[in-house]
């Protein structure tokens, strides 16, 4: 029994010992099919992120979504495509005619347009509606300051915007800066060194408020009126006339000469021969040839008006910029600048026809104007018509959809920042502003390193009002210079161009508008370097 048992004791632990390798072994091979498995599962995991991430990229980039751009505005683009069978942009005189049109600009209380007053909501939007519109959120950063408030800033570093103590700071792609504050019952905006104006409230008539707008420009002081709109809970502000011309020479302005005029480039005409800005814009800009109505001469007036400031803004940007701002690059997207312009850059036949029609739109609505219109006083006096919508403002009308753009503002597309500066043109899509106050637009026609024609871009309506604005200044600058003019260098005379003062008499300058900007300007800059040292500090900490 003895023998027996060790025997079986000897079998029974080779037994053990044989299998236990096996067992091991087979354990060892489970495990690789188990990791295999894992990492099978893995790669769909990432394909899932993969999946939701890669539209995200290709918004930024979308480079099929171009088409999509350019068939909204197709009224607009298709004149893109007939700009070169057209290069001499002859006036469409049979366009020009229209008396019809006269009721279309009754429809915008456009001589009610008043520009900006010390409204509190406007100086808030203006920050951030110029700085994050699009539908897409911008790339870069926001931080938080030390004391209260905030900036934004662009992935290269660069300041994006301040907000801070009441005031806002905007920095352009390209240079350039707008600083905002409301104080001491006065909006004070300073849009470069040495130039801004100062607004406050002035009367109130027939239930509606007016402002009194101090330009100072480089040791030149001058006066506007702006009507207050309210509408949305935000507060806008249109151009309000200090006087009109008589009703017969909008009129004479308005319908076609008996002969179609010719205006030179040189002394006697337009005199812009040999000027650097009408050089620098050759390639963008042509003059009518022939001139069959004062609409379109004062088009190209306008048109030129703009390009002279883009042409120095262009400059004051690059001083104001040369010693703290550094620019870096102007495009930091995917490296293909999808939101810059590529296609062809000039002002076709159809934008500046388009631009010519809001000209008659406007000569129309104020020949209303000073003929009395609606609600004229029994002394002739010319009032202004009740809004046809309430208090929408004038760049929401919808009669009105064109805009030349008067100074450089960045905006975004498809998540692109770009920038427009003066004398780019675009159309209104939309109506009806979204919870930020911004509408969508189409770019109908942009310089080189502009927003590309085509892009549509998400744009405030404040920056859509401020445009009219000067819309509606420039074109009475305009139709001064015809006064002046009209019977001499082969245009027609006119009739009686004598002018009716406005109900509401210009104000005289507030002579303080000048310190004002000054000190503006002056703490703006201490609150760039605080936060350029703040956000120095803050990058080394995260490094």
Request: charged share 15%; net charge positive.
């Amino acid at each position: 029994m003895k023998p027996f048992g060790i025997i079986g004791t000897a079998v029974l632990f080779c037994l053990v010992g044989a299998a236990a390798p096996a067992y091991a072994q087979g354990h060892e091979q489970a495990k690789p099919e188990q990791k295999q498995a894992h990492t099978q599962q893995q790669p769909r995991a990432q394909q899932q992120s993969r999946a939701q991430q890669q539209p995200r990229a290709q918004q930024q980039s979308r480079p099929q979504q171009q088409p999509r751009a350019q068939q909204q505005p197709r009224a607009q683009q298709q004149p893109r495509a007939q700009q070169q069978s057209r290069p001499q942009q002859q006036p469409r005189a049979q366009q020009q005619p229209r008396a019809q049109q006269q009721p279309r600009a009754q429809q915008q209380p456009r001589a009610q347009q008043t520009p900006t007053s010390p409204g509190g909501n406007r100086a808030g939007n203006m920050a951030g509606n110029r700085e994050v519109a699009g539908r897409q959120p911008t790339p870069g950063r926001t931080v938080s300051l030390k004391g209260g408030g905030s900036a934004s800033l662009r992935p290269n570093g660069q300041i994006r915007s301040i907000n801070r103590n009441g005031t806002q700071i905007q920095r352009n792609l390209h240079g350039g800066r707008t600083v905002v504050s409301e104080r001491g019952g006065a909006r004070i905006v300073t849009t470069g060194r040495g130039n801004g104006y100062v607004q406050r409230a002035y009367v109130t008539r027939g239930g509606r408020s007016y402002y009194s707008r101090t330009f100072y420009d480089h040791g030149a002081y001058r006066v506007g009126i702006y009507r207050g709109y309210n509408y949305g809970g935000y507060h806008y502000y249109g151009y309000y006339p200090g006087y009109w011309y008589r009703p017969g020479f909008y009129g004479w302005a308005y319908n076609p000469w008996a002969t179609p005029v010719y205006w030179g480039m040189g002394i006697g005409g337009w005199g812009w021969g040999g000027s650097p800005w009408y050089g620098y814009y050759g390639g963008y800009f042509a003059p009518y040839p022939m001139y069959p109505s004062a609409a379109f001469w004062l088009t190209d007036y306008l048109i030129a008006a703009n390009l002279q400031a883009a042409y120095a803004d262009r400059a004051e940007a690059n001083a104001d910029a040369a010693p703290s701002y550094d620019q870096g690059a102007s495009n930091y997207g995917n490296g293909e600048g999808q939101a810059v312009n590529s296609g062809p850059v000039m002002l076709t036949p159809e934008v500046k026809q388009a631009i010519a029609e809001e000209v008659k739109a406007q000569l129309a609505a104020d020949q209303q104007q000073s003929s009395g219109g609606q609600g004229g006083s029994p002394d002739g006096q010319a009032l202004v018509p009740a809004p046809a919508n309430g208090e929408v403002p004038p760049a929401l009308d919808p009669a009105r959809r064109t805009f030349v753009v008067d100074q450089n503002i960045t905006v975004v597309s498809d998540g692109q920042e770009c920038e427009l500066t003066g004398g780019d043109v675009i159309t209104r899509l939309t109506d009806t502003p979204d919870g930020d106050q911004n509408v969508t637009a189409s770019v109908s026609a942009s310089k080189r390193t502009d927003c590309g024609a085509g892009k549509q871009v998400s744009i405030s309506v404040e920056d859509l009002q401020e445009m009219h604005n000067h819309f509606e200044e420039q074109l009475n600058n305009g139709m001064k210079a015809l006064a002046e003019k009209q019977g001499t260098g082969g245009l027609p005379k006119a009739p009686d161009t004598g002018t009716t003062a406005s109900d509401v008499p210009l104000p005289p300058p507030d002579t303080n508008a000048a310190k004002d900007l000054t000190d503006q300007q002056a703490a703006a800059d201490q609150t760039e370097q605080q936060v350029r040292e703040e956000t120095a500090a803050d990058s080394d900490r995260r490094q």
